[in-house]
């Protein structure tokens, strides 16, 4: 796909997703109250017309993130997943793509969101750079660079495991400016979409293309916030207890992409927290004690991977 075609791709989801946003809109959701704005009133750093108002905004974002639908999300992660693979190469091996999406499925069916709009997809990138990322809806792209990382399947799967964290905590849609999506459901609030022209249509198409660049941004460039990693981190570990994988095999990986990152840092060395760091925040948090070994059908089945790419 070229560039061009990738965002024409884009603009046209984008488009598509006005649509869906209004046969969604009323789903609604409850809203949360801004704990930090109660806070701030107590200790006198703000006025209670000011707490009030924090709250109303808090809640106002918190509602535009909630009335996204997974039909809409599913959307808005395959145009993500576009932009995605009009920037690395797709690794299209028949045999490696499905064992990493029955792995994935299986990862992805002991987590706390088993299942997405029209399924969790898998896909490995075709570059020797260390990342992996996680698309709204379950769209999740792994590198042969991190691939080449895991000495087993346990290892795989904490990658994988970790992906789909971001995905149950929804934390790529969170990385879309509340301003857009406010802006596009106003709209779209007070003019059926089918009658929307002009330039409103231009305003909401111009919303979720942001929306889009939001995420891209966020997950190839600046990365996630550190509490955002730190939930797909613990979100990885339950997922494997739960497997009965072994929990520090995400320890391992990490272990071993800090030494590979400390001369390269392209990937998850320029958006990711020191693996230093997160490695000291998981060690409390695994517990192999009662783990079985794995079989050695496993681990042969990971060598047949491995070897296919």
Known sequence: MSRFEGKSVIRLIAMAMVGLVWAGFSTGCATVTNVGSTIGEAAGVITPQQGESIRRVGEAAEKTFADITPEQEYFIGRAVGATIVNTYNVYDREEATRYLNVLGQAVARFSDMPETFRGYRFLILDTDEINAFAAPGGFIFI???????????????????????????????????????????????????????????????????????????????????????????????????????????????????????????????????????????LRPLVNDVNTPVPTSARQKRFDRFTASL
């Open 143 to 281: 590198s042969r660079g991190m691939i080449g990382l895991c000495r087993t399947e346990d290892d795989l799967a904490a990658v994988i495991a970790h992906e789909v964290g971001h995905v149950q905590h929804r934390h790529a849609v969170r990385a879309i400016k509340s301003s857009r999506l406010t802006s596009a459901l106003t709209i779209l609030a007070l003019e059926s979409a089918k009658n929307l022209g002009g330039s409103d249509l231009a305003q909401v198409t111009e919303a979720f293309e942001g929306s889009i660049s939001d995420i891209t941004s966020t997950m190839m460039k600046g990365g996630y916030a550190r509490g955002q990693e730190r939930e797909a981190d613990r979100a990885a570990v339950e997922i494997l207890r739960r497997m009965g994988y072994r929990q520090g095999s995400l320890v391992d990986v990490l272990e071993r992409m800090g030494q590979v990152l400390q001369t390269d840092k392209r990937g998850f060395g320029s958006t990711h927290p020191p693996a230093s760091a997160r490695i000291a925040e």
